[in-house]
């Protein structure tokens, strides 16, 4: 197997290259929409109140899985509630999982929830990017990644703004067993750990 | 203070150096893992502006900081457009090539490299993602395994694995190991390994 020898940036681009990237960094940092919002959003219809649920969606699931040919699980969230049933269904496909959603100002306690969480170039549970019919649509994930003696641990940081509902993923896999959620307060950014 | 104390300072002159020393390696770690020196262009410039807004996690412990400079060049590679979209304006100010007098033999000599990298990639691309992430850092980069552990996250007993993996894989395929390249730098007791 044969391969180029290294080259140098060609003539003027490696001295404007770097300009570039001094002038950059001497910017002050440019403030961001959350990550939890660019990451994933969910852009559920209108979820103005858990009560006024069955009315306003017309009987549309407050979530949707659906397990793709390839092995891939696409999940759409719609409504904050019934994350039990999702972790269920999700075990039914085969996913080893445990789903928690977590409201805004809380998190999971105790932390970490495993012994030993792989990083995720080792077992990249969330597939991103996404597939591309699937491009804001939700999330996907990849259950076989998960592996013996390990549970997929689905952390969704769910709120509701501009009458749409935005979902935030925390996806890892981590040794069994996985310690219980109990949400406590907290000021950190959602889904910090 | 070493340059890795002075650049998770915010020193921006010790970043300059950085620029200085470690362009060169990221440029051609990119275009191994592009097959365009075009776009591994963008990728060296990605790669340095999230360095820097990275500069944060630098353990003030350690050797060169080439090994994470390339580890972040291989998820820029992956992960570009999430990257490009995180310094969306900064891309867009990024001086383009310039029209330059024609060299020709470097000209020809970047279109063979690419040729010659396509055949390559043949290859490479039947590995798996993290076998051709250990396989570009330890072959075609020259980093030893603990380097290339760093600069992955991930230990040093999972870069060996991946790494003959990888090396089966493609000799299953028809094609030979690689043999070792030449690199200055502290590789260890595991130099031999990686020949």
Same mark, same amino acid.
């Given at each position: 197997?044969?391969?180029?020898? *290294?080259?140098?940036?060609? *003539?003027?681009?490696?001295?404007?290259?770097? *300009?570039?990237?001094?002038?950059?960094? !001497?910017?002050?940092?440019?403030?961001?929409?959350?990550? +939890?919002? &660019?990451?994933?959003?969910?852009?559920?219809?209108?979820?103005?109140?858990?009560?006024?649920?069955?009315?306003?969606?017309?009987?549309?699931?407050?979530?949707? &899985?659906?397990?793709?040919?390839?092995?891939?699980?696409?999940?759409?969230?719609? *409504?904050?509630?019934?994350?039990?049933?999702?972790?269920?269904?999700?075990?039914?496909?085969?996913?080893?999982?445990?789903?928690?959603?977590?409201?805004?100002?809380?998190?999971?306690?105790?932390?970490?929830?495993?012994?030993?969480? +792989?990083?995720?170039?080792?077992?990249?549970?969330?597939?991103?990017?996404?597939?591309?019919?699937?491009?804001?649509?939700?999330?996907?994930?990849?259950?076989? &990644?998960?592996?013996?003696?390990?549970?997929?641990?689905?952390?969704?940081?769910?709120?509701?703004?501009?009458?749409?509902?935005?979902?935030?993923?925390?996806?890892?896999?981590?040794?069994?067993?996985?310690?219980?959620?109990?949400?406590? !307060?907290?000021? !950190?950014?959602?889904?910090?750990? | 203070?070493?340059?890795?104390?002075?650049?998770?300072?915010?020193?921006?002159?010790?970043?300059?150096?950085?620029?200085?020393?470690?362009?060169?390696? /990221?440029?051609?770690?990119?275009?191994?893992?592009?097959?365009?020196?075009?776009?591994?262009?963008? /990728?060296?410039?990605?790669?340095?502006?999230?360095?820097?807004?990275?500069?944060?996690?630098?353990?003030?412990?350690?050797?060169?900081?080439?090994?994470?400079? #390339?580890?972040?060049?291989?998820?820029?590679?992956?992960?570009? =457009?999430?990257?490009?979209?995180?310094?969306?304006?900064?891309?867009?100010? #990024?001086?383009?090539? @310039?029209?330059?007098?024609?060299?020709?033999? $470097? /000209?020809?000599?970047?279109? @063979?490299?690419?040729?010659?990298?396509?055949?390559?990639?043949?290859?490479?691309?039947?590995?798996?993602? %993290? $076998? %051709?992430?250990?396989?570009?850092?330890?072959?075609?980069?020259?980093?030893?395994?603990? %380097?290339?552990? $760093?600069? #992955?996250?991930?230990?040093?007993?999972?870069?060996?694995? =991946?790494?003959?993996?990888?090396?089966?894989?493609?000799?299953?395929?028809?094609?030979?190991?690689?043999?070792?390249? %030449?690199?200055?730098?502290?590789?260890?007791?595991?130099?031999?390994?990686?020949?």
């Amino acid at each position: 197997m044969n391969w180029p020898a *290294e080259r140098d940036l060609p *003539e003027g681009r490696r001295r404007l290259l770097k *300009e570039f990237v001094m002038t950059e960094i !001497d910017k002050p940092a440019k403030r961001r929409v959350p990550r +939890l919002a &660019v990451l994933a959003p969910v852009l559920g219809l209108a979820a103005a109140a858990a009560v006024a649920v069955p009315l306003l969606f017309g009987g549309s699931p407050a979530y949707a &899985v659906e397990k793709r040919p390839d092995g891939l699980i696409d999940i759409t969230i719609n *409504e904050v509630k019934n994350p039990e049933q999702l972790q269920k269904d999700l075990r039914a496909m085969g996913a080893n999982v445990v789903v928690t959603y977590i409201p805004m100002g809380k998190k999971c306690s105790p932390q970490p929830r495993s012994s030993h969480f +792989l990083s995720k170039e080792e077992a990249p549970l969330a597939v991103f990017p996404p597939p591309e019919d699937r491009m804001g649509q939700g999330f996907t994930i990849d259950p076989r &990644v998960i592996g013996e003696g390990r549970t997929g641990v689905l952390e969704f940081s769910v709120s509701e703004k501009d009458g749409g509902v935005v979902a935030g993923i925390w996806a890892r896999v981590g040794q069994d067993p996985i310690a219980g959620c109990e949400l406590v !307060d907290t000021t !950190d950014a959602p889904l910090m750990h | 203070m070493d340059i890795r104390t002075r650049i998770r300072d915010g020193d921006r002159a010790a970043f300059g150096e950085l620029f200085d020393e470690c362009s060169k390696a /990221v440029y051609n770690h990119a275009f191994r893992l592009t097959a365009n020196w075009s776009t591994a262009e963008d /990728v060296t410039a990605l790669t340095f502006l999230e360095a820097w807004r990275l500069r944060g996690r630098i353990d003030p412990d350690g050797g060169s900081l080439r090994p994470w400079l #390339l580890g972040i060049a291989t998820n820029v590679t992956r992960n570009m =457009r999430r990257a490009a979209r995180r310094h969306d304006d900064a891309l867009a100010r #990024l001086p383009r090539g @310039e029209s330059v007098p024609d060299f020709a033999d $470097e /000209v020809a000599g970047r279109i @063979e490299d690419a040729e010659r990298l396509a055949a390559v990639r043949a290859a490479y691309g039947r590995l798996r993602r %993290q $076998e %051709q992430d250990v396989f570009a850092l330890c072959v075609w980069a020259g980093l030893g395994y603990a %380097q290339a552990a $760093e600069a #992955l996250g991930v230990p040093v007993g999972t870069v060996k694995s =991946r790494l003959s993996r990888a090396r089966k894989k493609l000799a299953a395929a028809g094609e030979p190991p690689p043999t070792g390249r %030449q690199v200055v730098g502290d590789r260890g007791p595991d130099k031999e390994e990686i020949r």
